[in-house]
């Protein structure tokens, strides 16, 4: 795990230089002695995605830059592709296959009417202001072109018993072209994209000080978060999922878009996760692992995530390491004789999901070491950043040194005092460990749920606003402090029926770091 992220990182900096031209499919790696796979186009329906997609949780927000300028050059073609599709002068219409001018290529028909397309990259400029904070960049570049693509939804939408809908559309890469079978309506992929743009303009529009188009809030209200059937959510109207798929486009509502409420859809959301685990691996490529990696943990599989992640690896990189689109070795999928197509998108999303693995957030909501199995003792990161841009460092042992715990750090831009741990709260999935430091050995013990208590149970990652009690159990001893607020930011630590804090961190505190210690009776 730790290799794949390393050279992941190493190889999606190597293919995205700020200073340099914006990476296709192949990044920079072209082969000299035939045609480059897909004729060495930009794929908008999810592959460039995943080839920047590194840039965010790892803080490379300047590597985006030369993809985005490139596209917004575009811009007058994207709305003369408007015009011809759905007869308005104001819009945007981006190809998922296009050359570097932003020409179509091929004649792929469903992907040329993928509006999801547009809309995705509209998405990532919007995600990159939320990383980086570049509200000129959104001022004066991205709200336009998010506009534009919102635009094109709404004509695209009628009018259907009181809601709206998307009367004909694809769901990516299923059945191919085929005209009685590739499309239908409101496919849930594109349910889940113009959701995610109604929310991000209303974001936008906020950053900016203005009041919110009403389409983007009525689109938001009456357009349906997803189509769903027997089987759960389906691909679209009357289609489920009736056989292993690559493109996992109908649960982009769970990831990468976090449109759909989990919890208030469960019923759906566990028959669709069981129907596609029961479809199974066998047409899925490269660049789709690590993307079910991502599902997974988005429903708490911690080791399917993992274990997703290691068969990426085993069957679908050479003996360099390098990502290949069809699998090298033979077992997994029927896709194989990967060989013939180098790909980066697999190598940056797999980067990707292993940072997924330590800090998973959805819409604001983080949780640390989600994807780390019990078995994983000692794991720590440094610098992942949180959607406010905020750089993160944090170990999930707390090693008992010289009468101190190690402090798990955050660095928080407004200076907030902030306590994690993975100390069982959740359940048995998220364990913790403290070591205790004798005069000649370290002996470590194992905290499960029932050895620490919390009450009221504190969310992992979250700033500590109310009283909370902890209990720590080291064989048959127990400790307990409280954790008390002071309604600035600050936090006091007492030791249980003790007047006097410990100490107290105030809201001034620049590293948002909290650590402390104590002497159990044996010393």
């Avoid at 407004?414 to 460990?433: C, I, K, N, Q």
Wanted: glycine residues 12%.
């Amino acid at each position: 795990i730790q290799r794949i992220f390393d050279y992941g990182m190493y190889r999606f900096g190597a293919m995205t230089d700020p200073d340099g031209v914006p990476a296709g499919l192949q990044g920079p790696w072209l082969e000299d002695d035939k045609l480059v796979p897909w004729n060495g186009d930009y794929h908008f329906n999810i592959n460039v995605q995943e080839c920047y997609s590194p840039a965010y949780r790892g803080g490379h927000f300047e590597h985006l830059m030369p993809l985005f300028r490139m596209i917004l050059g575009w811009r007058p073609l994207l709305r003369e592709n408007a015009k011809r599709f759905v007869g308005i002068g104001d819009g945007y219409v981006l190809p998922h296959s296009v050359d570097d001018r932003g020409v179509c290529i091929g004649g792929f028909w469903t992907g040329t009417i993928d509006h999801a397309s547009t809309a995705w990259v509209a998405a990532m400029m919007m995600k990159y202001v939320r990383y980086s904070g570049d509200v000129a960049f959104l001022k004066n570049e991205a709200y336009d072109f998010m506009k534009g693509a919102m635009r094109v939804y709404r004509t695209m939408m009628e009018e259907r018993n009181g809601r709206l809908s998307v009367p004909l559309g694809p769901s990516p890469e299923w059945c191919g072209a085929d005209v009685r079978k590739a499309v239908g309506r409101d496919p849930s992929f594109q349910l889940a994209a113009a959701h995610r743009l109604a929310r991000d303009l209303i974001d936008a529009a906020a950053r900016l000080g203005e009041k919110p188009d009403p389409m983007w809030l009525d689109v938001e209200k009456r357009l349906p978060a997803f189509t769903a059937g027997e089987g759960g959510i389906s691909l679209f109207e009357g289609q489920p999922l009736v056989e292993t798929h690559r493109h996992h486009s109908h649960m982009a509502g769970f990831y990468p878009f976090d449109t759909i409420d989990i919890k208030a859809n469960r019923g759906i959301v566990d028959e669709t996760y069981s129907i596609w685990h029961l479809r199974g691996t066998g047409m899925w490529t490269g660049w789709c692992v690590p993307w079910a990696s991502i599902l997974n943990l988005h429903v708490g599989n911690d080791r399917a995530a993992v274990e997703l992640l290691r068969c990426w690896d085993a069957y679908f990189c050479n003996d360099g390491h390098g990502s290949h689109h069809n699998a090298v070795h033979s077992g997994f999928t029927a896709w194989n004789n990967g060989l013939s197509v180098m790909q980066m998108d697999g190598q940056c999303a797999a980067t990707t999901a292993v940072m997924e693995l330590l800090v998973h957030e959805v819409n604001g909501k983080v949780e640390f070491f989600k994807g780390c199995p019990p078995e994983w003792k000692d794991v720590s990161f440094e610098n992942i950043r949180l959607a406010d841009g905020t750089s993160v460092s944090m170990a999930s042992i707390a090693v008992l040194s010289n009468g101190f715990l190690a402090p798990v750090q955050a660095v928080d831009k407004s200076g907030t005092a902030w306590v994690f741990d993975r100390l069982g709260f959740e359940g048995p999935g998220a364990v913790g460990s403290m070591s205790r430091m004798g005069e000649e050995t370290i002996e470590t013990v194992t905290t499960y749920g029932s050895d620490v208590t919390a009450n009221p149970k504190p969310k992992f990652g979250e700033v500590v606003t109310e009283e909370t009690t902890l209990g720590f159990a080291f064989g048959d001893e127990r400790e307990s402090f409280r954790l008390v607020p002071n309604g600035k930011g600050g936090v006091a630590v007492y030791e249980a029926g003790t007047a006097n804090p410990l100490l107290t961190v105030s809201s001034a505190f620049a590293n948002g770091l909290l650590s402390f210690s104590f002497t159990s009776k044996t010393g």
